[in-house]
Protein backbone atom coordinates (compact mmCIF):
# COMPACT_ATOMS: atom_id res chain seq x y z
CA UNK A 1 0.00 0.00 0.00
CA UNK A 2 1.15 3.71 -0.47
CA UNK A 3 2.25 5.35 2.11
CA UNK A 4 4.52 8.52 4.11
CA UNK A 5 7.06 7.56 6.28
CA UNK A 6 8.80 9.83 8.56
CA UNK A 7 12.31 9.71 10.43
CA UNK A 8 13.33 9.32 12.92
CA UNK A 9 10.06 9.71 15.01
CA UNK A 10 11.86 10.93 17.86
CA UNK A 11 14.76 12.96 17.79
CA UNK A 12 16.76 14.99 21.20
CA UNK A 13 19.62 17.12 19.60
CA UNK A 14 21.13 20.30 21.15
CA UNK A 15 21.55 24.05 20.23
CA UNK A 16 23.53 25.01 17.35
CA UNK A 17 23.61 21.35 15.78
CA UNK A 18 22.31 20.81 12.37
CA UNK A 19 19.31 18.34 11.98
CA UNK A 20 17.76 16.91 8.88
CA UNK A 21 14.52 15.09 9.32
CA UNK A 22 13.35 12.58 6.40
CA UNK A 23 10.07 12.06 4.56
CA UNK A 24 9.40 9.72 2.12
CA UNK A 25 5.98 8.94 0.67
CA UNK A 26 5.10 6.05 -1.88
CA UNK A 27 1.60 7.87 -3.37
CA UNK A 28 3.67 9.34 -6.40
CA UNK A 29 2.04 12.61 -5.76
CA UNK A 30 4.45 15.71 -7.14
CA UNK A 31 3.15 18.27 -4.40
CA UNK A 32 5.18 17.98 -0.30
CA UNK A 33 4.65 19.78 2.73
CA UNK A 34 6.61 20.31 6.10
CA UNK A 35 4.34 21.70 9.63
CA UNK A 36 5.15 22.16 12.67
CA UNK A 37 2.58 21.87 15.66
CA UNK A 38 3.44 23.86 18.78
CA UNK A 39 0.62 23.76 21.48
CA UNK A 40 -1.65 27.29 20.80
CA UNK A 41 -0.48 27.40 17.67
CA UNK A 42 -1.64 24.73 15.63
CA UNK A 43 -0.47 23.35 12.28
CA UNK A 44 1.53 25.94 11.05
CA UNK A 45 3.37 25.70 6.99
CA UNK A 46 7.11 25.67 6.82
CA UNK A 47 7.78 24.92 3.23
CA UNK A 48 6.36 22.68 0.33
CA UNK A 49 7.45 21.57 -3.04
CA UNK A 50 5.29 21.14 -6.39
CA UNK A 51 8.16 18.74 -7.84
CA UNK A 52 11.45 17.98 -8.24
CA UNK A 53 13.56 21.13 -7.94
CA UNK A 54 10.83 22.93 -6.55
CA UNK A 55 10.37 24.56 -2.97
CA UNK A 56 8.80 27.18 -1.63
CA UNK A 57 8.63 29.16 1.88
CA UNK A 58 5.73 28.98 4.08
CA UNK A 59 4.39 30.98 6.86
CA UNK A 60 7.35 30.44 9.13
CA UNK A 61 10.45 29.12 7.08
CA UNK A 62 13.13 31.08 9.29
CA UNK A 63 15.77 28.36 10.40
CA UNK A 64 14.51 25.66 7.69
CA UNK A 65 15.47 24.01 4.36
CA UNK A 66 14.02 21.68 1.97
CA UNK A 67 15.19 20.15 -1.33
CA UNK A 68 13.46 18.07 -3.95
CA UNK A 69 15.87 15.96 -5.92
CA UNK A 70 12.95 13.21 -6.24
CA UNK A 71 9.62 12.61 -6.29
CA UNK A 72 9.27 10.64 -3.02
CA UNK A 73 11.00 12.67 -0.63
CA UNK A 74 12.06 15.90 0.67
CA UNK A 75 14.00 16.36 3.79
CA UNK A 76 13.40 19.40 6.15
CA UNK A 77 17.07 20.76 7.70
CA UNK A 78 17.31 22.60 10.88
CA UNK A 79 20.83 24.45 9.57
CA UNK A 80 21.32 25.52 13.32
CA UNK A 81 18.95 24.01 15.79
CA UNK A 82 17.48 26.50 18.07
CA UNK A 83 14.72 25.88 21.36
CA UNK A 84 12.34 27.52 19.54
CA UNK A 85 12.21 24.68 17.13
CA UNK A 86 11.44 21.95 19.79
CA UNK A 87 8.23 20.94 18.32
CA UNK A 88 6.46 17.93 16.28
CA UNK A 89 7.29 17.97 13.04
CA UNK A 90 4.35 16.53 10.11
CA UNK A 91 5.19 16.22 6.57
CA UNK A 92 2.49 15.82 3.71
CA UNK A 93 1.65 15.47 0.42
CA UNK A 94 -1.19 15.76 -1.56
CA UNK A 95 -2.58 14.83 -5.04
CA UNK A 96 -5.55 17.23 -6.87
CA UNK A 97 -8.23 14.65 -6.54
CA UNK A 98 -11.96 16.36 -7.49
CA UNK A 99 -9.38 19.70 -8.50
CA UNK A 100 -8.84 19.85 -4.24
CA UNK A 101 -5.32 19.74 -2.71
CA UNK A 102 -5.96 16.97 -0.56
CA UNK A 103 -3.36 16.28 2.13
CA UNK A 104 -2.46 13.33 3.73
CA UNK A 105 0.50 13.53 6.89
CA UNK A 106 2.77 11.40 8.00
CA UNK A 107 3.40 9.84 11.44
CA UNK A 108 5.15 12.96 12.62
CA UNK A 109 8.88 13.33 14.17
CA UNK A 110 8.84 15.02 17.71
CA UNK A 111 12.48 16.91 17.89
CA UNK A 112 13.57 18.21 20.98
CA UNK A 113 16.45 21.00 21.22
CA UNK A 114 18.25 21.44 24.10
CA UNK B 1 -3.29 36.97 7.31
CA UNK B 2 -5.12 33.88 6.09
CA UNK B 3 -6.87 32.88 9.66
CA UNK B 4 -8.90 29.93 10.67
CA UNK B 5 -10.83 30.21 13.68
CA UNK B 6 -12.33 27.71 15.93
CA UNK B 7 -13.36 26.87 19.30
CA UNK B 8 -10.40 25.17 21.44
CA UNK B 9 -13.24 23.82 23.77
CA UNK B 10 -12.99 21.38 25.09
CA UNK B 11 -16.98 20.17 23.74
CA UNK B 12 -18.24 17.97 25.54
CA UNK B 13 -20.98 15.41 23.94
CA UNK B 14 -23.12 12.58 25.80
CA UNK B 15 -22.54 9.32 23.62
CA UNK B 16 -25.39 8.62 21.11
CA UNK B 17 -25.60 12.66 20.53
CA UNK B 18 -24.75 14.64 17.94
CA UNK B 19 -22.02 16.78 17.98
CA UNK B 20 -21.03 19.73 16.11
CA UNK B 21 -18.17 21.58 15.47
CA UNK B 22 -17.51 24.81 13.68
CA UNK B 23 -15.09 26.90 11.81
CA UNK B 24 -14.85 30.55 10.42
CA UNK B 25 -12.45 31.93 8.08
CA UNK B 26 -10.83 34.99 6.97
CA UNK B 27 -9.41 34.61 3.17
CA UNK B 28 -12.72 34.88 1.34
CA UNK B 29 -11.06 33.22 -2.01
CA UNK B 30 -10.81 30.01 -0.22
CA UNK B 31 -12.43 27.28 -2.42
CA UNK B 32 -11.69 24.17 -0.35
CA UNK B 33 -12.10 23.18 3.26
CA UNK B 34 -11.09 19.98 5.25
CA UNK B 35 -11.95 18.44 8.55
CA UNK B 36 -8.93 16.33 10.46
CA UNK B 37 -9.57 14.23 13.22
CA UNK B 38 -6.25 14.43 15.45
CA UNK B 39 -5.74 11.59 18.43
CA UNK B 40 -3.04 12.66 20.76
CA UNK B 41 0.01 11.92 19.83
CA UNK B 42 -1.03 11.08 16.11
CA UNK B 43 -0.94 12.68 12.73
CA UNK B 44 -3.73 14.44 11.68
CA UNK B 45 -6.39 12.16 9.37
CA UNK B 46 -8.57 13.26 6.63
CA UNK B 47 -12.20 13.09 7.82
CA UNK B 48 -14.14 14.84 5.08
CA UNK B 49 -13.32 17.80 2.53
CA UNK B 50 -15.86 20.17 0.79
CA UNK B 51 -15.70 21.90 -1.75
CA UNK B 52 -19.57 23.38 -2.59
CA UNK B 53 -22.25 25.70 -0.21
CA UNK B 54 -24.41 22.92 1.09
CA UNK B 55 -24.04 20.18 3.09
CA UNK B 56 -21.94 16.64 2.19
CA UNK B 57 -22.94 13.41 4.09
CA UNK B 58 -20.52 10.79 4.72
CA UNK B 59 -21.55 7.79 7.21
CA UNK B 60 -21.74 9.44 10.16
CA UNK B 61 -20.42 12.67 9.74
CA UNK B 62 -21.89 15.31 7.60
CA UNK B 63 -19.91 18.77 6.36
CA UNK B 64 -21.89 22.05 6.06
CA UNK B 65 -20.24 25.00 3.79
CA UNK B 66 -21.24 28.56 3.84
CA UNK B 67 -18.97 30.79 1.82
CA UNK B 68 -21.23 33.91 2.24
CA UNK B 69 -20.78 33.75 5.70
CA UNK B 70 -17.47 32.27 5.88
CA UNK B 71 -18.36 29.05 7.75
CA UNK B 72 -17.85 25.18 8.29
CA UNK B 73 -19.29 23.02 10.10
CA UNK B 74 -18.90 19.35 10.87
CA UNK B 75 -21.94 16.86 12.82
CA UNK B 76 -21.06 13.94 14.02
CA UNK B 77 -24.48 11.90 14.28
CA UNK B 78 -24.27 8.90 16.73
CA UNK B 79 -21.21 10.08 18.63
CA UNK B 80 -19.19 7.04 19.84
CA UNK B 81 -16.53 7.15 22.37
CA UNK B 82 -14.16 6.52 19.90
CA UNK B 83 -14.56 9.86 17.85
CA UNK B 84 -13.61 11.96 21.08
CA UNK B 85 -10.14 13.23 19.73
CA UNK B 86 -9.37 17.19 18.49
CA UNK B 87 -11.03 18.05 15.21
CA UNK B 88 -8.72 20.19 13.16
CA UNK B 89 -10.50 22.75 10.42
CA UNK B 90 -8.37 23.77 7.39
CA UNK B 91 -9.16 25.69 4.20
CA UNK B 92 -6.83 25.99 1.27
CA UNK B 93 -5.18 29.30 -0.16
CA UNK B 94 -7.38 31.84 -2.55
CA UNK B 95 -7.67 30.22 -5.90
CA UNK B 96 -7.26 26.79 -4.65
CA UNK B 97 -3.68 26.74 -5.43
CA UNK B 98 -1.55 23.60 -3.91
CA UNK B 99 0.77 25.81 -1.63
CA UNK B 100 -0.58 24.58 1.52
CA UNK B 101 -3.69 24.44 4.20
CA UNK B 102 -4.07 26.98 6.84
CA UNK B 103 -5.31 25.03 10.30
CA UNK B 104 -7.79 26.19 13.08
CA UNK B 105 -5.84 25.31 15.87
CA UNK B 106 -8.52 22.53 16.73
CA UNK B 107 -11.72 22.02 18.82
CA UNK B 108 -11.02 19.15 21.84
CA UNK B 109 -14.24 16.98 21.57
CA UNK B 110 -15.16 14.56 24.41
CA UNK B 111 -17.93 11.90 24.46
CA UNK B 112 -18.80 11.21 27.42
CA UNK B 113 -20.34 7.54 27.72
Known amino acids: DAEITQSPRHKITETGRQVTLACHQT?????MFWYRQDLGHGLRLIHYSYGVHDTNKGEVSDGYSVSRSNTEDLPLTLESAASSQTSVYFC?????????????FGPGTRLTVL | QKEVEQNSGPLSVPEGAIASLNCTYS??????FFWYRQYSGKSPELIMS????GDKEDGRFTAQLNKASQYVSLLIRDSQPSDSATYLCAGDSSGGGADGLTFGKGTHLIIQP
Open chain 1, 92 to 104: ASSDRTGGADTQY
Open chain 2, 50 to 53: IYSN
Open chain 2, 27 to 32: DRGSQS
Open chain 1, 27 to 31: WNHNN
